[in-house]
Structures are given as C-alpha cells and as structure tokens.
C-alpha cells in the first residue's frame, strides 16, 4: 500500500511538472506572438506618420507655388497699365478707364486659374459633376491616382481573368498610364462587350511582368482610386496597404449621397448617371479603362473632404502601444486556466 501511495504521488508531480512546463512554452509563444503584432503595427504607425508628413510638406509646398503664380499673373498687368500711363499721359482719362478694365479682367483670369489649380478641375477637360471644388485638404493631389483595369479570359472556356490594358490618371485627370498588357497564357475570351478588348490590340502589346513593374513604380506610395479596385490589384497580382485605397464600389458616402443603401454596392455605371449626370459604358465597344477611372476619379472628388476624414480617425482609432508588457502573457499562468485535475490535486 506505501508502495502504491508513493508511485502514485510520483506520477502525480510528474503530471503536474509536465503541464507546468506545457503552461509556460505556450504563455512564452502568445508572448512572442503578442511583440510581433506589437513591432508591426509600430512599423504601419511611422509608415503612416512619414506618409502624413510628405503630404503636408507637398501640400506646403504647393499652396507656395500658386501663391507665386498669382502674384507673377496680377504684376504683369499692373506693369503693361503703368508703361502705357508713362508713355501715353496726354489722355489720362481714357488710359485710366482702359488700365481699371485691364485690371479686373486680369484679376478675374487670375481668379480662375487659381480656382482650376485648387480644385483639380480643368474648364474644358474635366469640369466637377457637382458644381463645387474639393474641399479637403488634408490629402495632397500627386498622391492620388486612379485606377481602372481590362481582362480577357484564359484557360479552359475563359474563366481566368488576366490584364490585358491598365490606364492611371492623376489627381487632375491627367493620363499617367495606358497601356495594352499581353497576358501570360494564350487568350481564350477576349470578352470583347465589356473589356472592349479585340485581338490586334494585343498584338504588340507589353508583357505582363513589364507592365507589372512599371505600374507597380506608379502606384507605390500613391492613394489609388477605383471602382471595385481589389479586382484590379488581384490582376495586377499586388497587396496595396488598406488605408491608402479608396473603392468607390463599397464606400457609404457615395450610396448615402445617391440615396441608396447603405450596405448597397451600386456600378460605376449607375453612380455616374446618378451623380455626375455622365453616361459610361454604353454601345458595343465595350468599356473604355480611361473612362471608368475618371469617373471613379471624379466620384471620389464629391466626398473626398468626408472620406478623408473618416480614414484618419479610423488610423486614430487603430493606434496601439508601441511596446507590450510581458505581463500581458502572464495571466495565463492563473489558476483559471490550469486543468482542473491539477487544481484539485494542489488542494
């Protein structure tokens, strides 16, 4: 009977050593889990810092420069008016009513070049849907691009989506890029209806690994705009980090504004008609990458302040400690997660 109590005692602490040492790996690795998470969301914080950084000081810098503009446009008048005064003193009266009409018209030409600068519309090349300029300010125009994708279909009856012409604008509507892609794998379905995709167009085309490179180079450190955008990202075959994408396709703004659901994912197509009063995608040719990518661009232009706004206090709202405390593991070690057979044998 000794002999049995005492083997039994044995197997007791033995079972007890070994979930003691079990407890301790696993709070070690939840310890080493919790540090990883830790120093990677310290890095996406200074990435995110230098990233407000560079758009303040190009947002600085570009309030400079059309401040000079408009003084170098209001100085030219005034010094032309001054010469003729000089030279022309026998008539003050006409030249004084001539140089006062030079002056306002000069103003109100400065006025709306500065107005164009501003709000990244131009008069005649891409006037804002809404009738009003942009008002945020917090992100800086050369760090918004659109972005807008064709596929074709390869594989077996089409199905594989792979690029086949990418097209980027810029913040004012300025192509950057637009090219024809030539997929890896021989084309199946040119899907002609809606990529507006025909066979000589791939002819010449550039090859996937090239476009992928050049387009990459663009996009890197840019705020990209879209319409159901993470479509193009999987061809494009790239991760782009989440705050610094903005899908026209998912965004309650543009839904509230058109007065649909919230939870509702409305096409490009209708968000066009409905709020830029612009028809897109219409006729046979299928749709036209440069096209949808300026509607998107010009769609984000009507609640940019709001989205803006909404995506730094979401960054706000995410911030986390920099460093954790090991004691952050350590309340694994409490009685509440040890076996209950433990427990009871320690009583």
């Given at each position: ?9 044995k197997?007791?602490?033995?079972g007890?050593?070994?979930?003691y040492?079990y ?53 030219a ?37 500065r ?6 519309f ?17 992100s ?36 950057l890029y637009?090219k ?5 794998q ?22 996937f ?19 159901s ?16 994408v ?10 509230r504004?058109?007065g ?8 490009l ?14 006729g ?7 096209e ?9 232009k ?5 989205w ?12 986390a ?6 004691s ?20």
């Amino acid at each position: 009977m000794m002999a049995e109590s005492s083997n039994r005692r044995k197997a007791s602490s033995r079972g007890l050593l070994s979930n003691y040492r079990y407890l301790c790996k696993k709070a070690m690795v939840l310890c080493a889990m919790e540090n990883a998470r830790a120093r990677k969301r310290h890095q996406e914080k200074r990435i995110i810092a230098n990233m407000k950084m560079k758009r303040t000081a190009a947002h600085h810098e570009s309030l400079d420069t059309s401040v000079l503009i408009k003084r170098s446009k209001m100085s030219a008048p005034d010094q032309e008016n001054q010469s003729t005064l000089n030279s022309e003193s026998t008539d003050l009266s006409k030249h004084a009513s001539g140089s006062g009409t030079a002056n306002h018209h000069s103003v109100i030409a400065a006025l709306g070049d500065r107005w164009e600068m501003d709000s990244g519309f131009s008069s005649e090349a891409s006037p804002p849907a809404s009738g009003r300029s942009s008002p945020c300010f917090s992100s800086c125009p050369t760090t918004v691009v659109a972005l807008d994708c064709e596929m074709v279909g390869t594989g077996p009856g089409g199905r594989c989506s792979e690029l086949a012409r990418c097209s980027i604008l810029d913040y004012h509507g300025n192509v950057l890029y637009d090219k024809y892609v030539k997929p890896c794998q021989p084309v199946t379905d040119f899907r002609t209806r809606w990529s507006g995709i025909r066979r000589h167009h791939l002819l010449n085309a550039t090859p996937f690994v090239q476009a992928r490179e050049e387009i990459l180079s663009i996009l890197e450190g840019k705020v990209v705009v879209g319409h159901s955008i993470y479509n193009d990202f999987e061809a494009l075959d790239m991760l782009h980090p989440c705050h610094m994408v903005r899908d026209t396709s998912t965004t309650r703004l543009l839904s509230r504004l058109a007065g649909f659901p919230s939870k509702c994912c409305p096409s490009l197509r209708t968000l066009a008609n409905k709020l830029l009063n612009r028809s897109i995608q219409v006729g046979k040719r299928g749709h036209c990458s440069v096209e949808d990518a300026q509607a998107a661009l010009d769609l984000y232009k009507l609640v940019e302040g709001e989205w803006e706004q909404e995506m730094q206090d979401k960054l706000r709202d995410d911030d986390a400690p920099l460093e954790p405390s090991f004691s952050s593991s350590k309340h694994y070690m409490q009685d509440e997660y040890w076996p209950g057979d433990i427990i009871a044998d320690g009583q």
